[in-house]
């Protein structure tokens, strides 16, 4: 089954004019042609498409994301250093979230103590 530009742009969000960008940058390079020159994607292009959104999604440049590729592209003697560039992105990503989580319980206090004082004007005012 095939999908057209326009059918990918609906699915995954994405406009079209991002789609060409990330073909034209060799991050799509499978992506086939009919006769006449309309793109024609496949599940694996859907899939490669959901994977480069995650890894962009969570601050991979898409400089490494095309290196990802351009690894992916050279088949099963680059799966070792495809897994090191993930296991790099994941400890990235881990620290990311540590980063916000401690960012979120400054937010969290900060809630909690205005509300205390809000209530403690509320109750001055009503006696």
Known sequence: MFFS??????????PSHVL????????????????????????DD??????????????MSIKQIKS??????QGDSTLLERCGLLREHKA???????EMQKHLEKVTCKIEYF????EAAQTAMAD
């Open 115 to 118: 509300t205390r004082q809000y």
């Open 5 to 14: 530009i326009k059918q990918v742009s609906e699915k995954t969000n994405l």
């Open 20 to 43: 060409r960008y990330y073909e034209s940058e060799g991050l799509l390079p499978s992506v086939g042609r009919s006769r006449n020159g309309i793109r024609r994607y496949t599940e």
């Open 68 to 73: 990802f590729v351009e690894l992916s592209v």
């Open 46 to 59: 859907l899939e490669w498409l959901a994977l480069i959104c995650c890894l962009k999604n969570t601050g």
């Open 92 to 98: 990235m990503v881990e620290n990311q979230i540590a």
